[in-house]
């Protein structure tokens, strides 16, 4: 199982970007998929949670501002970022896990400007 994700760039503050991770195979159909990121000289942190039954989760400094969502007929994940801020500004992952191996996708650099 392979994921991709891509769609970061740079964007002003008050833009929005969406980001995209595409799973090789149809792991995401039963799993929930999460979307991690990670600034510089930070750790790890987790953004959103898309559960496999539809139910989603986000961490409080992106509530009302980002939206995680599903296309299981494509094996995609979203992460709709709207009112961006500078320090939204780092490298997001998707990751997945079942049956305990777990998966990322490579990250892709989001840059937010002031």
Do not use: H
């Not at 199982?1 to 760039?9: E, F, R």
């Not at 509530?63 to 500004?89: C, H, I, W």
């Amino acid at each position: 199982v392979q994921l991709q994700a891509y769609g970061g760039g740079l964007v002003q503050a008050g833009g929005y970007l969406r980001l995209s991770c595409a799973a090789s195979g149809t792991i995401f159909r039963f799993n929930a998929v999460a979307w991690y990121r990670q600034a510089p000289g930070k750790q790890r942190e987790l953004v959103a949670i898309s559960a496999s039954g539809g139910s989603t989760n986000y961490a409080d400094s992106v509530k009302g501002r980002f939206t995680v969502s599903r296309d299981n007929a494509k094996n995609t994940v979203y992460l709709q970022m709207t009112s961006l801020k500078p320090e939204d500004t780092a490298v997001y992952y998707c990751y997945t896990e079942r049956v305990g191996n777990v998966y990322w996708g490579q990250g892709t650099q989001v840059t937010v400007s002031s």
